[in-house]
């Protein structure tokens, strides 16, 4: 069993910065894929940038040049800078970890971005 944590969310302002963390309990995590998702109210929850175990990244058109998704192995923990906020960037964002066809969640942080 794979434990998720998140961490970094919070409120700020238009324009502004977070980090979130995404630090995992597994044994072999650089196997893993790690991927960002994030929900907003009544909305279903998208990707939106995710990171292979050799480094390769793809990220949603929507944040692209805005956000970036980087792992630090050593730490089992994957970031994601998210810069030049938006209020539309408002939701609940969650980590997931796949390795051989199984996946697993984090609990989510939430971000808030006030215009």
């Known amino acids: 069993q794979v434990q998720l944590v998140e961490s970094g969310g919070g409120l700020v302002q238009a324009g502004g910065s977070l980090r979130l963390s995404c630090t995992a309990s597994?044994?072999?995590?650089?196997?893993?894929?790690i991927g960002w998702y994030r929900q907003a109210p009544g909305k279903q929850r998208d990707l939106v940038a995710r990171?292979?175990?050799?480094?390769?990244?793809n990220y949603a058109d929507s944040i692209k040049g805005r956000f970036t998704i980087s792992r630090d192995n050593a730490k089992n923990t994957v970031y994601l800078q998210m810069n030049s906020l938006k209020p539309e960037d408002t939701a609940v964002y969650s980590c997931?970890?796949?390795?051989?066809?199984?996946?697993?969640w984090g609990q989510g942080t939430q971000v808030t971005v006030s215009s």
């Open positions: 997931n970890a796949e390795y051989l066809g199984v996946a697993y």
């Open positions: 597994a044994t072999f995590f650089a196997a893993y894929r």
């Open positions: 990171i292979t175990r050799n480094g390769d990244t």
